[in-house]
């Protein structure tokens, strides 16, 4: 669940800065009072962020990131490289995905660990392991259309598409997929798992007992 409400937090936060961008060229049509909402977003989620006892370093990290995209933008002129650190970010995740999943290191898993403090404790867990993949790659194939649509709007030049997209489509999409990929990581983990260090299902060895009495 505190899986679930970081990626909620982060979608939200990542969207207004992007609305104040988009709003203000849609309708003036020039980059400097744009990035004057972006920014003031942003630092409203970083103040947000502080107030609310989270960590300094992700309000920063956070806060930086839409400087370095406005800083982007003025050297540029060009509106739509507004969104082109993100977009990398997103691109590299997509790449990266794959990789992990061949290497049994789902993003998602690696994340639970962080979160949770139990490191890669999850991996001795069989049904943890192919939950967080099955999981991670539905994740990424919904990631991997929409960050393509978003590079093909970006070679367009369409900041304003970028920003209505990421607002209207994506955010929404990111919060369904988060809620519907929780519940099916909590169907998918509700079976015992059937190896003998497993640290979440201790009665795995009790149900391989059972198993092995009726065989």
Not at 5 to 15: I, K, M, P, Y
Not at 26 to 49: H, K, M
Not at 55 to 71: D, E, H, N, T
Request: hydrophobic share 55%.
């Amino acid at each position: 669940m505190q899986l679930l409400r970081q990626v909620g937090a982060h979608v939200l936060e990542t969207a207004l800065p992007v609305l104040g961008f988009t709003v203000l060229f849609a309708a003036t049509g020039q980059i400097a009072p744009s990035l004057v909402a972006a920014l003031a977003a942003a630092a409203g989620v970083a103040l947000f962020r502080v107030r609310q006892a989270q960590k300094p370093w992700a309000a920063l990290a956070g806060f930086g990131v839409s400087v370095g995209a406005g800083a982007l933008v003025t050297v540029s002129g060009n509106a739509a490289d507004f969104f082109l650190p993100l977009l990398v970010v997103r691109g590299a995740l997509v790449v990266a995905t794959p990789i992990l999943l061949l290497l049994r290191l789902p993003p998602f898993g690696l994340a639970y660990g962080v979160l949770t403090r139990q490191g890669p404790a999850w991996r001795r867990c069989a049904v943890q392991l192919r939950a967080f993949t099955i999981v991670n790659l539905v994740w990424f194939l919904i990631d991997a259309a929409l960050t393509a649509n978003q590079i093909r709007l970006y070679l367009d030049g369409q900041a304003v598409a970028m920003g209505a997209v990421k607002v209207l489509i994506e955010a929404p999409a990111y919060l369904l997929s988060a809620l519907f990929l929780w519940r099916l990581h909590r169907r998918l983990i509700a079976r015992p798992c059937r190896r003998p260090n497993c640290p979440y299902h201790p009665a795995g060895v009790a149900f391989r007992r059972t198993w092995a009495s009726r065989r």
